[in-house]
C-alpha cells in the first residue's frame, strides 16, 4: 500500500505542476519521481490526455539525454537565457558514432577469412587429384572409427529393445 501511496503523491504532484504550467520541468523532479507519475496514467487517462504522458515522458528524455545533470545542458534560468551548452550524451543509445569496427567483429572476420581459404585450398587439392598418403590414413581411420561407432550405437539400441 505505501508503494501505491507514494506513486499517487508523484502523480498528484507532476499532475498539478502540468495542470498549472502546461508543461513538466524535466529538472524538478527525478526519474523516479517521474517514472512512478507516468505509471500512475491509468487507461482512460493515457487514452484521452495523452498530452500529460507526452510530457512526462518528455521529461523523462530530457533528464535521460543529461539535461539536469551539472555537466549536461542546464535548463533554463528565470530569465530565460540558457546557459552555454556543454556536450551532453549521444541523443539515441542506436547512432553512430565514430569508432571503428570492435575488436571481435576484426577477429570473427578474420577466422571465417582462414577458414575460407583453407576450404579453398582443401577443394583445389581434391579437385587436381593430388592425395597424400596421410590423408588417405586419416580418412580411412575416421571411416573406420564411424563404422564402429554405428555398430555400438546398434547393439546399444538392440539391449534398450531388449528390456
Known amino acids: 500500500m505505501p508503494a501505491a501511496l507514494a506513486r499517487a503523491s508523484a502523480y498528484t504532484k507532476v499532475l498539478q505542476t502540468y495542470e498549472r504550467t502546461g508543461s513538466i520541468p524535466p529538472c524538478q523532479y527525478s526519474s523516479a519521481q517521474l517514472s512512478s507519475a507516468l505509471k500512475g496514467v491509468d487507461t482512460y487517462g493515457a ?13 523523462l528524455s530530457a533528464r535521460a539525454s543529461g539535461q539536469c545533470t551539472p555537466g549536461g545542458v542546464p535548463h533554463p534560468t528565470a530569465a530565460g537565457s540558457q546557459a552555454a551548452r556543454t556536450p551532453a550524451a549521444p541523443s539515441s543509445v542506436t547512432a553512430s558514432t565514430d569508432a571503428g569496427v570492435p575488436l571481435p567483429i576484426v577477429l570473427l572476420a578474420v577466422l571465417a577469412t582462414i577458414c575460407a581459404l583453407l576450404g579453398a585450398a582443401v577443394a583445389v587439392t581434391r579437385l587436381r587429384g593430388w592425395d597424400p598418403a596421410w590423408a588417405a590414413a586419416w580418412r580411412h581411420g575416421w571411416g573406420e572409427a564411424g563404422y564402429r561407432a554405428g555398430g555400438l550405437w546398434s547393439e546399444f539400441r538392440d539391449w534398450l529393445r531388449s528390456r
Open 47 to 59: 487514452q484521452y490526455f495523452a498530452d500529460f504522458t507526452n510530457a512526462i515522458q518528455a521529461a
